[in-house]
């Protein structure tokens, strides 16, 4: 093995860990969810603001601005700076004692984590070649499902044998160990960052995302996949209410940390597929991995959401939730093949802008909401949650094939 691809797999191994470490502290306040509400008087409403949109709103808008620094400035220290504030951030949500406190807290994390992954889709194109793009980036798409996992099992253990702030505060710290690893190995390849001045760079890049937006693939692409990502941020930000308050099965909120680590090998698995269906039907066969997600999940949540034993409903949701959310990384690599190298890190700031908008931001107050006033019996949680992914995952269909239609006439870089 050459020295570069050594390092090209460290390289991809350690922001690997570093997305990892984003999603636990992204995650850990619906896996705690049950505690905070309890503890600071909160609804599910509030408690889908909280997960959702003080986090996502801030995430969408500030990522744009971050894709286009990280088109033109260091991506490591963009990528460094983002992952140290997150951290402090996380570790001072675990003072909070109010809602302002905890929104306060979302915001800033918010602002940091959206540093992370336009630099590192930038990247990673940089690093690997285009054939191989749907795998590395699944590789790196597998991180958001072992940081949920993790805190899924780390956090949920250390609340249930602790608190929630001192679960929230143990996930915050090795962030900043992180922070230093990437220091050492992370390392800013040689590129044209010229670009004139801050007007013709402003001007440039406005031209660029015009042309970006207006390709119709790129529109069922972000379609779609937001689609996706309403249902996936749904089902993580209330399958604790699902198993709390339907089924009186708290005990077994650590454990479907585990469906999230299978989660993370499905994506892995489906960005392999994507790469094969491409050298069989061009690079529109990818979109074939959308469909996949979008439909393959809806049996399993009809059993889950429908059955009156915990358990049974545990087991079904999170095969679910295994094959629904293995699109991840195919989405991510898919929009880099209707970009030039200039604009990588903002396509990749685009598509974390809508599924952040749509998923985050909608997903969770939208069910909270359908669950405090719409649905509302005993089993209005699981109702509530299978209407939302019923409709999510027939109209992302549609978008996948109208996507499959209009690829050849957006395709910017073949394979």
Same mark, same amino acid.
């Given at each position: 093995?050459?020295? *570069?691809?050594?390092?090209?797999?460290? #390289?991809?191994?350690?922001?690997?860990?570093?997305?990892?470490?984003?999603?636990?502290?992204?995650?850990? @306040?619906?896996? #705690?969810?049950?505690?905070?509400?309890?503890?600071?008087?909160?609804? *599910?409403?509030?408690?889908?603001?909280?997960?959702?949109?003080?986090?996502?709103?801030?995430?969408? &808008?500030?990522?744009?601005?971050?894709?286009?620094?990280?088109?033109?400035?260091?991506?490591?220290? @963009?990528?460094?700076?983002?992952?140290?504030?997150?951290?402090?951030?996380?570790?001072?949500?675990?003072?909070?004692?109010?809602?302002?406190?905890?929104?306060?807290?979302?915001?800033?994390? /918010?602002?940091?984590?959206?540093?992370?992954?336009?630099?590192?889709?930038?990247?990673?194109?940089?690093?690997?070649?285009?054939?191989?793009?749907?795998?590395? %980036?699944?590789?790196?798409?597998?991180?958001?499902?072992?940081?949920?996992?993790?805190? %899924?099992?780390?956090?949920?253990?250390?609340?249930?044998?602790?608190?929630?702030?001192?679960?929230?505060?143990?996930?915050?710290?090795?962030?900043?160990?992180?922070?230093?690893?990437?220091?050492?190995?992370?390392?800013?390849?040689?590129?044209?960052?010229? %670009?004139?001045?801050?007007?013709?760079?402003?001007? /440039?890049?406005?031209?660029?995302?015009?042309?970006?937006?207006?390709?119709?693939?790129?529109?069922?692409?972000?379609? /779609?996949?937001?689609?996706?990502?309403?249902?996936?941020?749904?089902?993580?930000?209330?399958?604790?209410?699902?198993?709390?308050?339907?089924?009186?099965?708290?005990?077994?909120?650590?454990?479907?940390?585990?469906?999230?680590?299978?989660?993370?090998?499905?994506?892995?698995?489906?960005?392999?597929?994507?790469?094969?269906?491409?050298?069989?039907?061009?690079?529109?066969?990818?979109?074939?991995?959308? &469909?996949?997600?979008?439909?393959?999940?809806?049996?399993?949540?009809?059993?889950?959401?429908?059955?009156?034993?915990?358990?049974?409903?545990?087991?079904?949701?999170?095969?679910?939730? &295994?094959?629904?959310?293995?699109? *991840?990384? &195919?989405?991510?690599?898919?929009?880099?093949?209707?970009?030039?190298?200039?604009?990588?890190?903002?396509?990749?700031?685009?598509?974390?802008?809508?599924?952040?908008?749509?998923?985050?931001?909608?997903?969770?107050?939208?069910?909270?909401?359908?669950?405090?006033?719409?649905?509302?019996?005993?089993?209005?949680?699981?109702?509530?949650?299978?209407?939302?992914? /019923?409709?999510?995952?027939?109209?992302?269909?549609?978008?996948?094939?109208?996507?499959?239609?209009?690829?050849?006439?957006?395709?910017?870089?073949?394979?």
């Amino acid at each position: 093995m050459s020295r *570069n691809k050594l390092y090209s797999i460290l #390289l991809l191994g350690t922001l690997l860990l570093i997305y990892i470490s984003s999603f636990v502290d992204r995650q850990i @306040i619906a896996v #705690l969810a049950t505690g905070i509400r309890e503890e600071l008087g909160l609804n *599910n409403t509030q408690v889908g603001v909280l997960y959702g949109p003080a986090f996502s709103l801030i995430y969408a &808008v500030c990522g744009l601005v971050m894709g286009y620094l990280a088109d033109r400035y260091s991506r490591k220290y @963009i990528i460094l700076s983002g992952l140290t504030i997150w951290s402090m951030m996380t570790l001072l949500s675990g003072f909070a004692t109010s809602f302002a406190f905890l929104i306060s807290a979302r915001l800033m994390v /918010g602002v940091s984590q959206s540093a992370l992954s336009p630099a590192v889709y930038s990247l990673l194109a940089d690093y690997f070649g285009p054939e191989k793009r749907a795998r590395v %980036f699944s590789v790196y798409a597998s991180g958001i499902f072992i940081g949920v996992g993790l805190s %899924f099992l780390i956090g949920g253990s250390v609340a249930e044998a602790f608190d929630w702030r001192t679960a929230i505060k143990s996930v915050g710290w090795p962030g900043l160990i992180l922070a230093v690893l990437g220091l050492l190995v992370i390392r800013e390849p040689k590129r044209d960052t010229d %670009f004139g001045s801050l007007q013709a760079s402003l001007k /440039g890049y406005r031209r660029g995302f015009s042309k970006l937006v207006s390709k119709p693939v790129v529109r069922f692409h972000l379609a /779609g996949f937001s689609l996706l990502a309403l249902s996936g941020y749904t089902i993580l930000a209330f399958i604790s209410t699902v198993l709390t308050d339907v089924y009186n099965r708290g005990d077994l909120i650590s454990y479907y940390g585990w469906f999230m680590m299978a989660t993370a090998l499905s994506v892995n698995v489906s960005g392999w597929l994507a790469d094969r269906l491409a050298l069989k039907f061009g690079g529109k066969g990818r979109f074939g991995m959308g &469909v996949v997600a979008a439909l393959g999940g809806l049996p399993f949540y009809i059993l889950g959401f429908t059955t009156e034993d915990g358990f049974t409903a545990f087991l079904w949701i999170g095969l679910g939730n &295994v094959i629904s959310s293995s699109y *991840n990384g &195919v989405a991510a690599a898919l929009i880099q093949y209707f970009v030039g190298s200039d604009m990588r890190a903002t396509a990749g700031a685009l598509y974390l802008f809508v599924v952040s908008v749509v998923g985050f931001g909608i997903g969770p107050p939208l069910t909270g909401w359908l669950i405090d006033h719409v649905f509302t019996g005993a089993f209005g949680p699981n109702y509530a949650l299978l209407s939302v992914f /019923g409709v999510c995952g027939a109209l992302a269909t549609l978008c996948f094939v109208g996507g499959m239609r209009a690829y050849d006439d957006g395709i910017k870089i073949k394979d």
